[in-house]
């Protein structure tokens, strides 16, 4: 079975030793946000995918469940 987003967003926070406060903090959004988001419980928008990306400099592919390798190519 293939990972949910929530599973790949904790494996690129994970990767980037970054806790869900830091990241909600960088992505100017509430820790409960980033907590459903892990969840599977609220789906980002398009610019909440981008700026996830960003910040964790992991692909959209990789979140979305398209490839396996999380750095950006």
Known sequence: MQDTFG????K???RKEMRSNR???E???NTSTVAWMRMDKHT???SMLLRIC???D???D???GLSDTPEIK
Request: hydrophobic residues 60%.
């Open 44 to 46: 980002p928008s398009m």
């Open 23 to 25: 990241l909600a903090m």
């Open 27 to 29: 992505l100017d959004c």
């Open 12 to 14: 690129a926070q994970n």
């Open 58 to 60: 992991v692909s959209a």
């Open 7 to 10: 599973v790949r967003l904790m």
């Open 62 to 64: 990789f979140l979305l």
């Open 54 to 56: 960003k910040t964790l």
